[in-house]
């Protein structure tokens, strides 16, 4: 490796080859299980301190590629390098080492926090698990962070069912930040609030992403929020990403068509500069029984033959931007 293949290297936090997560189906006596195609062969890597987005439809499997990077499922194949590091067939032992600097935000709030715990203990918890701190330092360290998010240190002695949405939210993200990890996987962590604490939340991301110079791997389905939080874009159709490229880019000059439709649903208070909705027609492959060639084929306004007899390669167009769709080959 070149010094300067090795210096590019190290910008990565995060490099994801070939990640594939596959869900087995019992077919019934004396026939081979079902396999169903959740993620299967995506790409990915994350600068330090930046923040890429994932987005799609629902099922798409954007959720499953968080989780699998994390190990909370275990990958079906493929690699997963964490700071340079291969983490992908390493023991859970080996794991917890790693589990400090990669923490992950839950979509609900109220589910991922125990009813049954204060929120001092919720957030003490994991530093007891790592070994960190005394009780006094335990202690000083919950009330600077929960005064990072934005709630009072009174709060230790609440439980959840006592907050807000919003405020259990912040509890997430204090829990998440506690052990000063440098990678993030917000897993939709605004989607279950309502539209007028989301501003706050995603301000609040913003803030502390620049404090503590973090790395965000953020999965959404608001194309509006996504836009004023990411530095890089991917957009994922049934278990693939079809497209990526700088967020900017990305919104002023979408190449892949499912990009386009997605695009084009975006509200905008701004009527003469609406582009013209984009209807998409037909149905959504399985992701057990695959087409094969290109998945969004069937409802795709610009298919051509070739797109339903062979997969399009992943591959760059411009500078940074990424497609899969043989309009660009």
């Given at each position: 490796?070149?010094?300067?293949?090795?210096?590019?290297?190290?910008?990565?936090?995060?490099?994801?080859?070939?990640?594939?997560?596959?869900?087995?189906?019992?077919?019934?006596?004396?026939?081979?299980?079902?396999?169903?195609?959740?993620?299967?062969?995506?790409?990915?890597?994350?600068?330090?301190?930046?923040?890429?987005?994932?987005?799609?439809?629902?099922?798409?499997?954007?959720?499953?590629?968080?989780?699998?990077?994390?190990?909370?499922?275990?990958?079906?194949?493929?690699?997963?390098?964490?700071?340079?590091?291969?983490?992908?067939?390493?023991?859970?032992?080996?794991?917890?080492?790693?589990?400090?600097?990669?923490?992950?935000?839950?979509?609900?709030?109220?589910?991922?926090?125990?009813?049954?715990?204060?929120?001092?203990?919720?957030?003490e918890e994991p530093l007891i698990i790592h070994g960190?701190?005394?009780?006094?330092?335990?202690?000083?360290?919950?009330?600077?962070?929960?005064?990072?998010?934005?709630?009072?240190?009174?709060?230790?002695?609440?439980?959840?069912?006592?907050?807000?949405?919003?405020?259990?939210?912040?509890?997430?993200?204090a829990r998440a930040l506690i052990l000063n990890p440098?990678?993030?996987?917000?897993?939709?962590?605004?989607?279950?609030?309502?539209?007028?604490?989301?501003?706050?939340?995603?301000?609040?991301?913003?803030?502390?992403?620049?404090?503590?110079?973090?790395?965000?791997?953020?999965?959404?389905?608001?194309?509006?929020?996504?836009?004023?939080?990411?530095?890089?874009?991917?957009?994922?159709?049934?278990?693939?990403?079809?497209?990526?490229?700088?967020?900017?880019?990305?919104?002023?000059?979408?190449?892949?068509?499912?990009?386009?439709?997605?695009?084009?649903?975006?509200?905008?208070?701004?009527?003469?500069?609406?582009?013209?909705?984009?209807?998409?027609?037909?149905?959504?492959?399985?992701?057990?029984?695959?087409?094969?060639?290109?998945?969004?084929?069937?409802?795709?306004?610009?298919?051509?033959?070739?797109?339903?007899?062979?997969?399009?390669?992943?591959?760059?167009?411009?500078?940074?931007?990424?497609?899969?769709?043989?309009?660009?080959?």
């Amino acid at each position: 490796m070149t010094a300067e293949t090795k210096s590019k290297a190290e910008s990565f936090i995060l490099d994801v080859q070939g990640l594939k997560k596959h869900f087995y189906i019992p077919a019934g006596l004396f026939k081979k299980p079902k396999a169903v195609h959740a993620v299967d062969g995506v790409d990915l890597k994350i600068e330090k301190g930046s923040v890429l987005s994932l987005v799609g439809e629902s099922g798409c499997g954007k959720s499953t590629t968080g989780r699998c990077i994390l190990r909370l499922l275990e990958p079906t194949s493929g690699r997963i390098e964490f700071e340079n590091n291969n983490i992908t067939s390493i023991t859970q032992h080996e794991l917890r080492a790693y589990r400090q600097r990669m923490q992950i935000i839950f979509q609900d709030p109220y589910a991922s926090l125990n009813p049954r715990m204060t929120v001092g203990s919720i957030l003490e918890e994991p530093l007891i698990i790592h070994g960190i701190g005394n009780k006094a330092e335990r202690k000083e360290r919950i009330s600077s962070i929960l005064e990072k998010v934005g709630l009072e240190k009174e709060s230790t002695g609440k439980y959840p069912h006592e907050f807000s949405g919003g405020q259990r939210q912040r509890i997430g993200i204090a829990r998440a930040l506690i052990l000063n990890p440098v990678l993030i996987v917000a897993d939709e962590p605004i989607s279950a609030l309502d539209v007028s604490i989301q501003a706050q939340i995603i301000n609040l991301l913003e803030d502390l992403q620049e404090e503590f110079q973090l790395s965000f791997f953020f999965i959404a389905h608001d194309l509006n929020i996504v836009r004023h939080f990411s530095d890089r874009v991917a957009v994922m159709y049934l278990g693939k990403i079809v497209e990526m490229a700088d967020a900017n880019e990305l919104y002023k000059r979408p190449q892949h068509p499912y990009t386009e439709a997605l695009l084009s649903a975006i509200l905008t208070a701004d009527v003469k500069g609406k582009k013209k909705r984009i209807s998409l027609e037909g149905d959504i492959p399985s992701p057990i029984d695959l087409p094969r060639g290109c998945r969004f084929y069937s409802r795709c306004p610009k298919r051509m033959k070739i797109c339903q007899e062979r997969e399009p390669e992943f591959r760059e167009t411009d500078k940074g931007h990424f497609v899969a769709c043989y309009l660009y080959e």
